[in-house]
């Protein structure tokens, strides 16, 4: 069942396109030879900008790169397009949302994505390009005086090219006989980040300035410029970022398709979890690293939720005011991580339902933790390579053949 469960290549350092070919032969053909010897396997690409650039800049590039997935038999089944620059090595922290969707790069970048998926999805293929939801949120501070008016008028260009995006997803998917959707990805402290979050901007914002604008040039009527809308822009549910916010994915899923919105992709990840301690805080502090960004929540007396921008020793100083409280915090550990009596994993929360339903609408998942070289020796695995092949082993006794490569 596992071996058709792609993982997100962002695990793996490396922005070129060399970069990204040397991953692949040096560790996607391990994972592959130990999962699915005999059987092509699906591949979750991840292209930085530079490396896209590269790829959409020659055509000869492109082809020798689907020469090497021919060759591997790996076929591509989703695009990473969140990290537009570097992602390993160098503190990233909230630099991952830039540029973000009120810009011209970010247009530009998801673009050269579409076009290099179009040739790398197999024909008649369903395919997703994952994307930050829509921006971070910016501090108060930042816009004192005129928040309502920056963020509304940031708000307006994120949507106008959404829609621009939609009509190209659109010309490129008839072109090129693929199922193209880019699926903006919910997370902790973004302009997207709970399940009300996302509905509401979808209807109010979306649904309604986007079909305005498409169907203003009288090329479409403002039912098909919604229609339009629904089947190119869609969502990634990262469970991690939704465990985070003590939201269930499951509840969550039902939700967004209740509102007929399309999940074009569910990445399978857990989050860092403990009951707040002397020991469990004292644990945590070796998980702060000066990479990645991870937004911490602790859930109060009555429900109410305290957040932190990132895990630090702030964070920890604060959390203990609030011994006995569960903490959260979005650091991506395995997914096979069972917990140790002090930490815990979020992974409770994939239950045999949450599958059913997953497959019951056929999205496609991938298995995506990428922080294996920030993680405490005690949470690895020997290798990236035995990481990556547990996690798809846990994920793959859940999961199902049926619910990957769905078109």
Not at 73 to 84: L, R
Not at 196 to 215: A, H
Not at 249 to 278: G, H, M, Y
Not at 395 to 404: D, F, I, P
């Amino acid at each position: 069942m596992f071996s058709l469960l792609p993982y997100c290549l962002n695990i793996h350092p490396g922005e070129s396109l060399s970069e990204v070919r040397d991953a692949i032969t040096r560790h996607t053909l391990a994972v592959k030879a130990r999962v699915c010897p005999d059987a092509p396997y699906p591949l979750g690409l991840r292209l930085s900008a530079v490396a896209a650039t590269e790829l959409h800049a020659s055509p000869a590039a492109l082809d020798d790169f689907a020469d090497l997935l021919t060759r591997s038999d790996m076929a591509v089944s989703c695009i990473n397009g969140f990290p537009y620059g570097a992602f390993h090595g160098t503190a990233v922290k909230t630099a991952v949302y830039e540029p973000d969707w009120s810009t011209p790069e970010r247009l530009a970048y998801t673009g050269r994505l579409a076009e290099i998926l179009a040739v790398l999805l197999p024909e008649g293929q369903a395919g997703s390009i994952s994307t930050v939801p829509l921006g971070y949120k910016r501090k108060r501070a930042e816009v004192r005086g005129q928040r309502e008016e920056v963020e509304d008028q940031r708000m307006t260009v994120c949507v106008r090219q959404l829609a621009v995006m939609a009509e190209l997803l659109h010309a490129i998917s008839a072109r090129a006989n693929r199922d193209i959707v880019l699926a903006l990805e919910p997370e902790p402290d973004c302009l997207l980040e709970t399940t009300d979050d996302v509905i509401r901007w979808f209807e109010d914002e979306l649904l309604y300035k986007g079909t305005r604008w498409l169907s203003g040039n009288g090329r479409r009527s403002r039912d098909e410029a919604e229609a339009l809308l629904r089947r190119r822009i869609g969502l990634c549910l990262d469970t991690c970022h939704f465990a985070v916010a003590f939201e269930d994915p499951l509840t969550a899923l039902i939700r967004f398709e209740s509102a007929c919105l399309r999940v074009a992709r569910i990445q399978l990840s857990a989050a860092l979890r403990a009951t707040i301690s002397e020991e469990s805080l004292r644990r945590l502090h070796d998980f702060i690293d000066p990479v990645y960004l991870h937004q911490t929540k602790i859930r109060l007396p009555r429900g109410r939720i305290a957040a932190y921008p990132d895990l630090t020793e702030a964070t920890l100083k604060a959390a203990r005011e609030q011994a006995g409280c569960e903490v959260r915090t979005h650091f991506h550990v395995p997914l096979f991580f069972e917990g140790d009596g002090v930490l815990a994993s979020t992974h409770t929360d994939l239950t045999p339902a949450f599958f059913d339903r997953a497959r019951a609408s056929r999205i496609p998942l991938e298995v995506e933790t990428y922080t294996f070289d920030v993680l405490p020796p005690e949470l690895r695995a020997p290798t990236v390579v035995d990481s990556l092949v547990r996690e798809l082993a846990w994920a793959g006794e859940r999961g199902s053949r049926e619910v990957n490569g769905a078109s």
